[in-house]
C-alpha cells in the first residue's frame, strides 16, 4: 500500500478510528508544531478531459513531512486537526498556498488550468472561508473561476444548511463546486439536488476494475446519465490503468484522475510536464 502512494511512507495501516488516545495527542501537539514549522507542502494531481486529453486541472493534495513522524497522510492527520480545531488554520494554509500557485500557473500557462483545493464541511462553518478565498483572489486578481473547492457529502451532513449558505455564495461569486467521494457518504441523492454543485467525482471503489466488474459498470454509467440530467460534469478518481480510461470514456466521463495519468507531484513537475512537448503524465505511470 506504501508503494502505491508513490513509493512515501505513509501509514495506511492505522486509521484514525484505531489511532489510540495517546496518538492522537502525539499527532495533534505535531500538527500544532507542524503550521508554526511549515512543514506542510502541497502535490498537485492533473484531472485529464477525456474528450481533449488536455490536462484542464488539477488537484492541490496535502502533504506533511514530520521531523519526528516522516511522511504522514492526509487519510490519517485531517481527521486528527478536525478533532483539535485546528483544521480552519490549515485549510487557510491550504487556501493561501494554492492561490499563490493557481496564479503562477495563471500568469505562466497558455491554457487555463483549475486548481481544486479540498475543505472539510467543518470549514463551511467558519464564517471566514470566503473572506479568506476572495481575499487571496483579489490580492493576487485570480479569475475565481480558476478555483475549485472539493467537498465530501458525508461532511454535509452534520450542518446542511450553513454549508449550503457557504457554498452557494462561493458559487454566485465563480468559484466552482465539486462533490467528492460520491457515492461512498449518505444522503447522496438529496445532496445532489439540495447543493449547488458543478461537478462530482465519482470514489474510486466504483472505477477499481471497472472494465471487469460488471456491477461497477452499471452504477458509474447510471451516475453519469443523472449527472448529465442534473448538469452536472463527472470526473472518475483513482483510474490506474488504460482498460479503466477506456470505460469511462464510453460511458461519456468527462474528466478521469488517477495514478494512470499522473501520481500527485509537486508543482515544478506539473509545470514542466505541461510545458514539455510531450506531456509525461500522459504516460502511464
Ligand atoms: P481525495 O480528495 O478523494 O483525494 C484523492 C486521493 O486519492 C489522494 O490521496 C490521491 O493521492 C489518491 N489517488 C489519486 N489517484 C489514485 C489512484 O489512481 N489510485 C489510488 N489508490 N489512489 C489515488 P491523499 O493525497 O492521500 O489524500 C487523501 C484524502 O485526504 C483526500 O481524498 C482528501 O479527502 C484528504 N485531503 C488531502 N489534502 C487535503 C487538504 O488540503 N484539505 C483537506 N481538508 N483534506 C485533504
Ligand atoms: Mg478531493
Ligand atoms: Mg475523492
Ligand atoms: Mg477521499
Redesign the pocket.
Given at each position: 500500500q506504501a508503494q502505491?502512494?508513490g513509493g512515501h511512507q505513509?501509514c495506511h495501516y492505522c486509521p484514525t478510528l484505531t489511532l489510540s488516545m495517546d496518538d492522537r495527542l502525539t499527532l495533534g501537539n505535531a500538527l500544532h508544531q507542524a503550521l508554526t514549522n511549515q512543514e506542510f507542502h502541497l502535490?498537485y494531481?492533473p484531472q485529464v478531459q477525456l474528450s481533449t486529453g488536455n490536462v484542464t486541472g488539477v488537484?492541490?493534495?496535502?502533504r506533511w513531512q514530520s521531523p519526528h513522524m516522516g511522511n504522514v497522510?492526509?487519510?490519517r492527520f485531517?481527521p486528527v486537526a478536525e478533532d483539535f480545531g485546528l483544521?480552519g488554520l490549515?485549510?487557510q494554509w491550504?487556501i493561501g498556498a494554492a492561490c499563490e500557485q493557481a496564479y503562477q500557473w495563471y500568469c505562466t500557462l497558455p491554457e487555463p488550468l483549475v486548481v481544486s483545493?479540498?475543505?472539510?464541511a467543518l470549514?463551511l462553518h467558519f464564517n471566514n472561508l470566503e473572506q479568506v478565498i476572495f481575499g487571496h483572489l483579489q490580492r493576487l486578481g485570480l479569475p475565481p473561476h480558476l478555483l475549485q473547492i472539493?467537498v465530501?457529502e458525508t461532511g454535509l451532513v452534520a450542518d446542511g444548511l450553513q454549508a449550503l449558505d457557504t457554498l452557494t455564495r462561493l458559487r454566485e461569486q465563480g468559484i466552482r463546486v465539486a462533490i467528492?467521494?460520491f457515492g461512498t457518504g449518505y444522503s447522496s441523492l438529496s445532496y445532489l439536488s439540495l447543493f449547488p454543485w458543478d461537478s462530482l467525482?465519482i470514489d474510486?471503489v466504483f472505477i477499481q476494475n471497472i472494465h471487469q466488474n460488471v456491477n461497477n459498470q452499471s452504477i458509474v454509467a447510471l451516475v453519469i446519465q443523472l449527472a448529465q440530467a442534473l448538469n452536472l460534469k463527472v470526473v472518475a478518481?483513482?483510474?490506474?490503468v488504460a482498460e479503466e480510461a477506456d470505460c469511462l470514456r464510453n460511458f461519456g466521463c468527462d474528466w478521469i484522475?488517477?495514478?494512470?495519468y499522473g501520481?500527485?507531484l509537486p508543482a515544478h513537475q506539473i509545470t514542466s510536464a505541461l510545458t514539455s512537448p510531450q506531456p509525461q503524465f500522459l504516460q502511464p505511470a
Amino acid at each position: 500500500q506504501a508503494q502505491r502512494q508513490g513509493g512515501h511512507q505513509f501509514c495506511h495501516y492505522c486509521p484514525t478510528l484505531t489511532l489510540s488516545m495517546d496518538d492522537r495527542l502525539t499527532l495533534g501537539n505535531a500538527l500544532h508544531q507542524a503550521l508554526t514549522n511549515q512543514e506542510f507542502h502541497l502535490h498537485y494531481q492533473p484531472q485529464v478531459q477525456l474528450s481533449t486529453g488536455n490536462v484542464t486541472g488539477v488537484e492541490a493534495l496535502l502533504r506533511w513531512q514530520s521531523p519526528h513522524m516522516g511522511n504522514v497522510s492526509p487519510e490519517r492527520f485531517i481527521p486528527v486537526a478536525e478533532d483539535f480545531g485546528l483544521i480552519g488554520l490549515i485549510t487557510q494554509w491550504v487556501i493561501g498556498a494554492a492561490c499563490e500557485q493557481a496564479y503562477q500557473w495563471y500568469c505562466t500557462l497558455p491554457e487555463p488550468l483549475v486548481v481544486s483545493i479540498n475543505v472539510s464541511a467543518l470549514d463551511l462553518h467558519f464564517n471566514n472561508l470566503e473572506q479568506v478565498i476572495f481575499g487571496h483572489l483579489q490580492r493576487l486578481g485570480l479569475p475565481p473561476h480558476l478555483l475549485q473547492i472539493e467537498v465530501t457529502e458525508t461532511g454535509l451532513v452534520a450542518d446542511g444548511l450553513q454549508a449550503l449558505d457557504t457554498l452557494t455564495r462561493l458559487r454566485e461569486q465563480g468559484i466552482r463546486v465539486a462533490i467528492d467521494d460520491f457515492g461512498t457518504g449518505y444522503s447522496s441523492l438529496s445532496y445532489l439536488s439540495l447543493f449547488p454543485w458543478d461537478s462530482l467525482k465519482i470514489d474510486r471503489v466504483f472505477i477499481q476494475n471497472i472494465h471487469q466488474n460488471v456491477n461497477n459498470q452499471s452504477i458509474v454509467a447510471l451516475v453519469i446519465q443523472l449527472a448529465q440530467a442534473l448538469n452536472l460534469k463527472v470526473v472518475a478518481e483513482g483510474v490506474e490503468v488504460a482498460e479503466e480510461a477506456d470505460c469511462l470514456r464510453n460511458f461519456g466521463c468527462d474528466w478521469i484522475q488517477g495514478y494512470f495519468y499522473g501520481r500527485p507531484l509537486p508543482a515544478h513537475q506539473i509545470t514542466s510536464a505541461l510545458t514539455s512537448p510531450q506531456p509525461q503524465f500522459l504516460q502511464p505511470a
